[in-house]
């Protein structure tokens, strides 16, 4: 693996790994306040909160395996990047479909950008 691929993968997998964090620790926060003015029920923001904590999660796992990935295929240049392509995918996919969804809320680069950067350093090289 060639070292500014490695070096773009192991970046935008931090980015994932913080994204995931500040969804769970800063967004989740913002998004029960909004929950509690709107007058949401006790039950339903509970419930609600279990998910979104999942999601900071997930996300904070997706980068560690893209990590763990690149790191073996550092170690191992016949190591698979499979897992880091559907991961990219997945967050391309959903980055450009809130984004469209949402009128273009820019928020939503937060999704792309590292989608797109987890992409370009899985791209396959040029035998």
Do not use: C
């Amino acid at each position: 693996m060639k070292g500014w691929r490695f070096a773009v993968g192991i970046t935008a997998s931090l980015l994932v790994i913080a994204n995931g964090v500040m969804h769970t620790l800063v967004g989740w926060k913002v998004m029960r306040a909004a929950l509690d003015a709107a007058g949401v029920g006790s039950d339903v923001v509970d419930n609600l909160g279990l998910g979104w904590t999942f999601g900071g999660v997930a996300m904070f796992a997706f980068g560690a395996i893209a990590i763990a990935s690149f790191l073996a295929r550092k170690r191992n240049p016949q190591a698979s990047l499979g897992a880091v392509a559907i991961i990219a995918l997945a967050y391309l996919l959903f980055g450009i479909g809130a984004f469209v969804a949402s009128r273009f809320n820019p928020f939503f680069l937060v999704f792309i950008v590292p989608g797109a950067l987890l992409g370009l350093a899985v791209w396959p090289e040029k035998a």
